[in-house]
């Protein structure tokens, strides 16, 4: 049975979806079978692997509205054993449309539980916001992995968001854990950068990870081409970076 992990910070900025394309692509270039599902309205992880957002037929939203079943709204990626839920821009409005609907939290998780055993990793893209999709995407996970940058408010917001994860675990979701904080953005130049992960190592009780992925040029560049890093240039340190982290992620999942 495959492995939910939802990928959440409402702060934006953070390499969130940058993490979501590239863990992805490196778990699958390790020969796993994986599953995006973007639900964030900006469609960038659907983009950011290969996906023409503006040719796609069915997307996450009509699959949260019931619109579509979940084989349908699967497309291919650019990347071989990776497949893409895509997002649109009216995931924006779903909140409102899934006013009154019964069990609203679950939607997402009815339709996952159906193609669970087809992959071993789903990765899903949340939005940078604590809404009724990011609360969809945690009552489908098994664990969230939280990307934090380093810069000087990078706790600002965490304590809100690990509030919401107890929330859902205590109320909607009790098998939820914390599957470990990921620094990103990290500049071995500035003194800042050591300060950040040192602060959050010694104020946060959580996993977190060894690997920490750096400030790349490399990696900025390669959604403008529709590409992981991987992809793009398997060569540079972002790409060590994310490879590092997928063998973390399996390693985890092994324990």
């Given at each position: 049975m495959g492995r939910v992990i939802a990928i959440s910070n409402q702060k934006g900025g953070v390499g969130k979806t940058t993490t979501a394309i590239n863990l992805s692509a490196?778990?699958?270039?390790?020969?796993?079978?994986?599953?995006?599902?973007?639900?964030?309205?900006q469609g960038n992880a659907t983009s950011g692997l290969g996906v023409d957002k503006s040719n796609v037929e069915h997307s996450s939203y009509e699959v949260l509205l019931g619109q579509t079943t979940i084989w349908e709204a699967t497309e291919a990626s650019i990347c071989e054993g990776l497949r893409v839920i895509p997002s649109e821009r009216g995931l924006a409005g779903a909140e409102i449309e899934l006013i009154g609907t019964e069990n609203r939290e679950f939607v997402l998780k009815n339709q996952v539980d159906k193609v669970k055993n087809n992959y071993d990793f789903i990765i899903i893209d949340c939005p940078p916001s604590l809404n009724i999709l990011t609360v969809n995407a945690m009552t489908t996970a098994d664990t969230v992995l939280v990307p934090i940058q380093c810069e000087y408010y990078a706790l600002e917001g965490l304590s809100e968001l690990l509030y919401t994860i107890e929330l859902v675990k205590e109320r909607l979701n009790d098998k939820l854990e914390i599957e470990g904080v990921v620094f990103t953005m990290y500049d071995s130049r500035t003194c800042l950068s050591l300060q950040v992960v040192e602060n959050v190592k010694e104020n946060l009780k959580h996993k977190i990870y060894k690997t920490i992925i750096p400030r790349n040029i490399r990696l900025a560049e390669a959604p403008s081409h529709g590409m992981p890093i991987n992809m793009y240039d398997g060569k540079s340190a972002g790409a060590d970076g994310y490879r590092s982290l997928a063998n973390e992620v399996i390693e985890r999942g092994n324990e």
């Open positions: 490196c778990l699958a270039e390790k020969g796993k079978k994986v599953l995006v599902i973007d639900m964030d309205p």
